[in-house]
């Protein structure tokens, strides 16, 4: 079976889709049936970064270059750990599920990057799990590619039940963990097209010290090194690209308008799905929700001011209530009261993780990467979360005047 996977591998990906950021990508005559489709083929009308191009204009990079990406270093993590002598026994079928799992990762994802996150709506990965089930994308993965479109859901969606099957649960945890095609992709695309260094990634290191094991991948000792560049881009991505302080604002801005409309019942999460950016700048202004006037102003690049900015305290209860929208929407209310602005927004960052659960293969056995000589430490983890995550307070520039130091006592 290894050796027909291989051969699957090596001989039927002939046709090249030139990538700014790997070069060649190489496709087969299968899987250009399937990006040619229209779901996938809609990931070309949704930036990457969002609204990251107020702030480093080459950022306008699609989902669509990043999920031929994440394919192409999906494909390269398959075939190296189908070689090693520990892989499990792995089905040419599961296989090409896999690779259409990676490539259609992020066909149900929102517009405008991270915008919609938190609000009440389908995970993204459902609603990709869902169109993969459907046509014209599961005749195609079945027919054409010789996949199973329900194992390529389920790869992709964690709230499908895995059935006890190993293969579903190996791929998830390659497609989704520590060091995986998707991080690969994303740090490396992100720093080239924003023109910062900071995510730059040695792939083709890490990639040489990653082995099979029951969890998915483990890496070398020698690959410890490569988990921590991972770590340490991924926290200076944060800082300075994706929690940018006006990205947050142009984030927070849209935020509010979607969340406004949504409690108003102006519009419903259904209204929200399977958009490009064009569909949602396009449908969603004033005529639908005095608050989607947020949404023209963000297009426009007319923004918000920062009044007030500050370290998030997971120790203070105040904070921890104000991770509740609800919430965050009555004292953004009482605060606008009390200073009489026309608006004010208040942003806090969804809590991120930095993955360190990866096992370390080594020839006495396996430990877990904490235990390993790195300097990745949970408290060191720790530490990077709580530098960055800040609370801000936004308010139109008209109002910047009525803003004083009282605001910080509010915090």
């Known amino acids: 079976m290894k050796n027909s996977i291989l051969d699957y591998l090596n001989k ?70 189908i070689q090693h002598p520990d892989c499990p026994v792995l089905s040419l079928e599961g296989v090409k599920s896999f690779l259409c799992a990676a ?6 994802h929102f517009p405008y990057a991270h915008s919609l996150k938190e609000l009440p709506l389908k995970d993204h990965e459902v609603i990709t799990g869902e169109l993969i089930l459907k046509e014209p994308l599961s005749s195609c993965i079945k027919n054409y590619i010789g996949g199973s479109p329900l ?62 094991c029951e969890q998915g991948i483990g890496i070398t000792p020698h690959g410890i090194t490569a988990v921590e560049n991972l770590l340490f881009s991924k926290y200076l991505m944060y800082n300075s690209v994706y929690w940018h302080k006006t990205v947050r604002i142009a984030t927070a801005m849209i935020k509010k308008a979607v969340i406004t409309s949504l409690k108003d019942g102006a519009v419903s999460p259904e209204d929200l799905y399977l958009l490009t950016d064009n569909d949602f700048f396009s449908h969603y202004n004033e005529k639908v929700h005095p608050s989607m006037k947020l949404i023209t102003m963000v297009n426009t690049r007319n923004l918000y001011k920062c009044v007030m900015e500050l ?57 877990s990467y904490t235990e390993s000589r790195t300097v990745f430490s949970a408290p060191v983890i720790e530490g990077f979360t709580s530098s960055i995550r800040k609370i801000r307070v936004f308010v139109p520039e008209k109002d910047l005047n009525l803003i004083d130091e009282r605001i910080i006592r509010n915090f």
């Open 12 to 81: 039927d990906f002939t046709e090249p889709v030139r990538d700014p950021l790997w070069q060649n990508i190489f496709l087969s005559e299968d899987f250009k049936k399937l990006i040619s489709l229209e779901p996938f083929q809609n990931l070309a009308g949704i930036k990457q970064l969002g609204p990251a191009y107020h702030v480093y204009p080459g950022a306008t990079h699609t989902r669509l270059s990043h999920s031929l990406g994440v394919f192409h270093i999906a494909k390269r993590i398959i075939t190296k750990i």
């Open 151 to 212: 194992k390529a859901a389920a790869i992709v969606n964690f709230e499908m039940p895995d059935n006890d099957d190993k293969e579903i649960i190996f791929f998830r945890n390659i497609l989704s963990g520590v060091l995986d095609p998707d991080k690969l992709d994303y740090l490396n695309r992100d720093a080239f097209f924003c023109g910062v260094p900071y995510g730059t990634q040695d792939t083709d290191f890490a990639l040489t010290n990653i082995v099979p």
């Open 311 to 367: 370290p998030f305290s997971p120790s203070s209860e105040l904070h921890k209530n104000l991770c509740d929208l609800d919430f965050r929407m009555k004292y953004e209310n009482e605060l606008k009261k009390d200073f009489k602005t026309t608006d004010l927004i208040i942003d806090i960052p969804e809590p991120i993780s930095f993955e360190i659960e990866l096992p370390v293969i080594t020839p006495d056995g396996e430990k």
């Open 103 to 108: 490539l259609l990762h992020d066909l149900g």
